[in-house]
């Protein structure tokens, strides 16, 4: 039974990947949100990743940073203050975890790091400054990272396209916006939470030993594919 530390782990992608893992692992879950999830495997600590100090932990095996922001402006109207916060967020927090746990990673056996990126980084999308600058830090890390903890510890990114969680609410507003979003990909769909959570427990498994300093793709062919 491996140790995982799932941070933002109490909804959308992360609680996905709480449900997907949690039958065969020990979970600790940080989050700002409180949660009724009860499962004997299943500790949660309050945690705001912008400003709370992270806990001691006795072991760790695995590591999953997933806050993440939609901030959708144009330029014109993006702040500074909103790239900052855009940054703190996915990068800094992201940063701080992996210095934190970094020590007790490189004990396990099996260790291995897990982070968020976006199909922005690699699509120029209107709107998405922000946060393509911030994930664009989170593809450098993943990069540098793996070169650099190779043998030891494994870091790779996930990088989807818009998701159905409460996160993409305020895009996902209405059934036509959804029909529309499902339309501008190739393969006329978007992803759900479980199928990102899927993705996640192979990359952070032995079944995925030999990968590491990759982001991938989840996509539905908007990135890939010309429609």
């Known amino acids: 039974?491996?140790?995982?530390?799932?941070?933002?782990?109490?909804?959308?992608?992360?609680k996905a990947i709480v449900e997907e893992v949690i039958e065969h692992n020990k979970i600790t879950c940080l989050s700002r949100n409180n949660t009724d999830f009860v499962h004997k495997n299943y500790s949660h600590v309050k945690f705001d990743a912008l400003s709370d100090d992270l806990p001691d932990l006795d072991s760790i095996d695995c590591l999953i940073y997933c806050p993440g922001s939609i901030n959708l402006k144009p330029i014109s109207t993006l702040s500074l203050d909103d790239f900052r916060n855009d940054f703190e967020l996915n990068v800094i927090g992201a940063v701080r975890a992996i210095k934190k746990y970094l020590p007790l990673l490189k004990k396990s056996e099996t260790a291995s790091i897990l982070l968020f990126s976006t199909v922005a980084t690699k699509l120029g999308m209107p709107y998405?400054?922000?946060?393509?600058?911030?994930k664009s830090g989170i593809d450098g890390l993943v990069k540098t990272l793996g070169s650099e903890l190779a043998p030891k510890?494994?870091?790779?990114?996930?990088?989807?396209?818009?998701?159905?969680?409460?996160?993409?609410?305020?895009?996902?507003?209405?059934?036509?916006?959804?029909?529309?979003?499902?339309?501008?990909?190739?393969?006329?769909?978007?992803?759900?939470?479980?199928?990102?959570?899927?993705m996640a427990s192979?990359?952070?498994?032995?079944?995925?030993?030999?990968i590491s300093g990759q982001i991938f793709n989840m996509d539905a062919g908007?990135?890939?594919f010309k429609s």
């Open 1 to 14: 039974m491996k140790n995982f530390l799932i941070i933002g782990g109490t909804k959308g992608i992360g």
């Open 128 to 134: 998405h400054a922000s946060v393509s600058v911030a």
């Open 153 to 198: 510890v494994r870091i790779n990114a996930i990088a989807p396209t818009i998701t159905n969680t409460d996160l993409a609410s305020k895009i996902l507003r209405n059934e036509k916006v959804v029909e529309n979003m499902v339309e501008r990909h190739p393969l006329k769909m978007i992803l759900s939470p479980k199928e990102v959570a899927k």
């Open 202 to 210: 192979f990359l952070v498994s032995e079944d995925a030993s030999s």
């Open 222 to 224: 908007i990135v890939s």
